[in-house]
C-alpha cells in the first residue's frame, strides 16, 4: 500500500559520502544525479539544512499542536488582533517586474514530463498561449527521485530554451519532434514540494532533506542565472503553508539561496497557496512575511477543500456534501477567494484564480460543454477581481483567456489590482456543514477518482486524465478525506443510506468492475497479455485506495516522505 517510508526502511540502505556532510543513497547517486549535483550545489544544501532544518521541524510540530485542540472541538479563526499588527498596516509588496504584470491564464503540469513541459511553453493547436506555465514538482508530480531529477534538467533545458522531445513511431505513425521557440515562450514558473515533505534519498548530518528546499535550491542553482541574463524573472509557487511563520521559513530560504548563488535578495519572486484553511485566516500576515519576494497569493480550491475536511474530520456539525457540489461560489468558498483578492490589491500583489481541470472530451459536443463550464467559471473570477487563474491543458488556455481579455480590454488594463472588493472585515471562512447533497453518486465519483489516481500513483505518475479531467493529488486526498469523513460519522445519505465499511467496499467492487469493463473494450485491439497487465494495475489500484479509504486514523496527507530509490515497492 503506497505510504511514506517507514524510516527503518532507510537503515537497510547503504549511503555514499558526498563530502560537506551530505550523503545519498546508494542506489541515487545515478548518472543523472552526478550532472545535478556538483560540489557547489551540495555545498549549499549542507548549509540551506543545517540553517533552516530545526525551524521546519519546530514549525512541523507546531501543525501537530494546532491540529490536536481542533480535533478537540476548537476552531481556527483569525489571530488575536495583537499578535501581528505590522501586517495590517500601510505596505506594499516589493514592486513587481514587467514579466510579472500580465498573468491571465496559467497553466500547470508536472515539471518531469519533457513533452508536457514543452507543450506547456508553447501555442497550442488554437494559436493561443498561456501567460505563465507552472512547472510543478508537487500535486502534479509523483516525487519519485528519477522524476525530481529529470524535473531539474527539464527546467535547466526549458530555460535555456534547448528543451527537446522525441515521441517513438508507433502504430504506423512517424515519429515527432516536440521543440520550444525561445522568442515565444510565457513566464516559466517552479512549484516546489511542500513544507511536510522530506526527501528520503538525500540527507545532511544524518536526517533527511526538505523536498521544499531540494527543489528551490536545485532549480535555481541550474536556471536562475540563465532567466537573470536573459531579462526574466526567476519565479516559483509555494504550496501548502499553514502559517505566518511557515511563510517567514521560505522567505528566509529564499534570502539564503539567492545570497548563495551572488544573486541579490529579492530578485526571486513568489506566489504562495492559500489552500489550507489555516492559512485562509492569515492570508495578510503571510503576504507580508514573504512582501520582499512576493508576487500574489493563488486561491488553491482543490487543496482547500480537501483541508476544510481534514481540519474539522472531527467536527461533526461540519461534515461537508458531495465533493462536485463545493464550487467557489458556495458562501465560504467565495468570501475565502474574496478576501485573497482583497488582501493581495490592498498591498499590491496578484490574486490568482483557480484551477479549470478539464481535459478535451473526445466529442464535439462534450468538448463545447466543457468551455461553456470554463468560460462560465472564469467569467465568474474576472468578475470579482482575480487577475488570472489556471488551466490544467492547453486546449482551454483560449476559453480560460476570453473572460479576462474582455474585462481587462475592455479598461485597457494588464490586471485588477485597483479592484478592492466589498466585503466585511474579516469575513466567515468556516466551512457550512448540514448543507448540500450527500448521496451514493457522491461516494461513487470519490472510489473512481480514487482507483484511476493510485493506478497513475502506483506507475510513478502525479496527474491522469480520467473521465475528461485531470485529476492530481489534490482531488484524491479530497476523495479519500471526505469518504473516511463520512465513516468516521456514520453519516446517513439522502436516500437513508447508512455510510458504512460494507457501503465502502461494494462501491469499489461496482466501480472497480466497470473501469475494467472499460479497459478492456478500450484496449480492444491490444494483445491479451497487454489488457490482463491493465486489468492486474486497476485491481491493485483499488485494493490500495480501498485501504486508504478505510483506514482507523485518516492519515494527514497520502505521503510525507519519498520512495527510497532502489527499494522494492
Known sequence: MPSAPHPAASDAVAWTDLGHGVTINDHAWTDQAQRVFPDDLLRLIAHLHRELGPTRQSLLADRDERQATWHAGDLPGYLPEDEHPEAHGDWQVAPLPDDLQQRRVEITGPVS?????????SRNDQGDRADAAMLDFED????TWDNV???VENVREAAEGTLTFTKPASNGASAK?????????????????GLHLDESNLRVDGTPVSGALLDLAMVAYHS????????????????????????????RLFELVQEGLDIPVGTFKATFLIETLPAAFQMEEILYEFREHAAGLNGGRWDKIFSDIKVLKEHNDRVLADRNWIDIQRPWMEMYVKQLIKVCHEHGAFGMGGMAPQTPGRTEELREKQVAGVVDDKE???????????VSHPYFIGPAMKPFEEKLGAEGKKNQLDVIPDIPERPDLLPQGGVGPKTIDGIRVNVRVSIGYMKGWNQDLGCVAWDNRMEDLATFEISRAQTWQWLHHNVTLDDGTEVTEALVQRIFE????????????????????????????????????????????????????????????
Open 224 to 251: 536562475a542565472h540563465t532567466l537573470i541574463d536573459q531579462g526574466k524573472t526567476p519565479k516559483y509557487y509555494v504550496p501548502k503553508v499553514e502559517h505566518y511563520r511557515e511563510a517567514r521559513w521560505f522567505n
Open 113 to 121: 514530463n519533457p513533452k508536457m513541459v514543452i507543450n506547456m511553453l
Open 510 to 569: 461496482e466501480e472497480l468492475d466497470k473501469i475494467i469493463d472499460e479497459a478492456r473494450a478500450f484496449f480492444d485491439d491490444a494483445p491479451e497479455e497487454v489488457v490482463e497487465e491493465q486489468v492486474h494495475r486497476f485491481r491493485q489500484a483499488a485494493a490500495d485506495a480501498q485501504a486508504i479509504f478505510t483506514e482507523d486514523q485518516m492519515r494527514p496527507f497520502l505521503a510525507s516522505a519519498s520512495e527510497l530509490y532502489g527499494a522494492e515497492k
Open 380 to 390: 465568474f473570477e474576472a468578475s470579482i477581481g482575480h487577475d488570472g487563474c489556471w
Open 177 to 193: 519532434e516536440y521543440t520550444l521557440d525561445p522568442d515565444d515562450m510565457p513566464l516559466l514558473m517552479v512549484r516546489i514540494r
Open 149 to 151: 531529477l529529470q524535473g
Open 140 to 143: 502534479s508530480m509523483k516525487p
